[in-house]
């Protein structure tokens, strides 16, 4: 979804703030 900001989380995904934020979205 766009309306998130999932697409910087991504290039963040040493952060474990991105994967719980979303409730573990799938990272690609």
Same mark, same amino acid.
């Given at each position: 979804? $766009? ?7 991504? @290039?963040?995904?040493?952060? $474990?703030? $991105?994967?719980? @934020? ?7």
């Amino acid at each position: 979804n $766009p309306g998130f900001d999932f697409s910087q989380a991504q @290039f963040t995904g040493g952060c $474990p703030d $991105p994967r719980t @934020f979303m409730g573990g979205i799938r990272s690609e």
